[in-house]
């Protein structure tokens, strides 16, 4: 299985995403409910500290991903 499909089989839940930016090559995560994948972008739903939704927009292009956990359901 591949990083595609594992993407693609967690669309929907929660999922936790490690990456290096290419711009600061520092490792990063970011974790949120996993709404969109296309070969472009990755969009995650988060909740700010007010609880308001926010969308996260990943660009494939400008980072390297490293990892994908798959944190459970909504």
């Not at 594992?6 to 669309?11: M, V």
């Amino acid at each position: 299985m591949d990083i595609e499909e594992i993407l693609r089989a967690c669309i929907g839940r929660k999922v936790a995403v490690t990456f290096y930016s290419h711009a600061e090559p520092t490792l990063r995560e970011t974790s949120g409910i996993l709404e969109k994948v296309t070969t472009e972008v990755i969009t995650l739903k988060l909740y700010n500290s007010f609880g308001e939704i926010e969308l996260y927009h990943l660009n494939r292009h400008s980072c390297t991903l490293l990892s994908v956990i798959d944190e459970g359901k909504r």
